[in-house]
């Protein structure tokens, strides 16, 4: 069984941009989340996604966006890029959520400018 | 709003030797809770989950405890080896709350 996908692996934008990061669950699973990682402030929840509806949502700034299809693949959009935007994006698939193990992706490494 | 402290932040033992990471929570009810590894770069894989009503979990040369009222839970790594060297990270999952908070992880080095 493949695992979590995420795409781009790394991506480099400039203030002001929007960036698009992908995330393909595991088959089968049905539950996406998102996480921030940065040095400073560790990892942190963004948002989780259960059968094309948003079940969940950290304290992040309406910037942050996100929406799961029919498939259970998931995006997560930021806009108006900021240099503090900088960081380690990670998605997590369960089968239906936080009851079952979470399933890591290798990540998305954005770096602003 | 639940806080998850892990201690120490970084260790460094030789290979071979039985090691213990810490874990605190200050919220206990918690639906569950999982230990992770991180190497640098990488994503989480995940090492062990344990459910609130279980008091241990063992996978391999790998143990997690839980102690639920106190608000801990220990991973016991025997006979570490170099390849154990990551940092590992727990994150305790609250009822009514479907995300995993995070601890900020205790870098593990283990000296050949």
């Known amino acids: 069984k493949a695992g979590v996908t995420q795409t781009p692996r790394y991506l480099i934008k400039t203030r002001g941009q929007q960036v698009t990061l992908s995330c393909s669950p595991i088959?089968?699973?049905?539950?996406v989340s998102w996480y921030q990682q940065t040095p400073g402030q560790g990892l942190q929840f963004l948002f989780e996604y259960f059968s094309e509806t948003q079940r969940n949502k950290g304290n992040f700034p309406g910037r942050f966006s996100g929406r799961q299809f029919s498939n259970s693949r998931s995006e997560m959009n930021v806009s108006t890029l900021e240099l503090g935007d900088s960081a380690l994006y990670l998605c997590a698939s369960s089968p239906t959520g936080t009851q079952n193990i979470q399933y890591f992706g290798a990540g998305t490494r954005l770096s602003v400018l | 709003k639940q806080e998850v402290t892990q201690i120490p932040a970084a260790l460094s033992v030789p290979e071979g030797e039985n090691l213990v990471l810490n874990c605190s929570f200050t919220?206990?009810?918690?639906?569950?809770l999982q230990w992770f590894r991180q190497d640098p770069g990488k994503g989480l894989t995940s090492l062990l989950l344990i459910q609130s009503s279980q008091r241990e979990q063992t996978s391999g040369r790998l143990n997690a405890s839980l102690d639920k009222s106190s608000g801990r839970s220990t991973l016991y790594i025997a006979a570490s080896q170099p390849g154990d060297s990551a940092t590992y990270l727990c994150a305790p999952t609250n009822f009514g709350n479907e995300k995993l908070t995070f601890g900020t992880g205790t870098r593990l080095t283990i000296i050949p």
């Open positions: 088959s089968g699973h049905r539950s």
């Open positions: 919220d206990s009810a918690i639906y569950n």
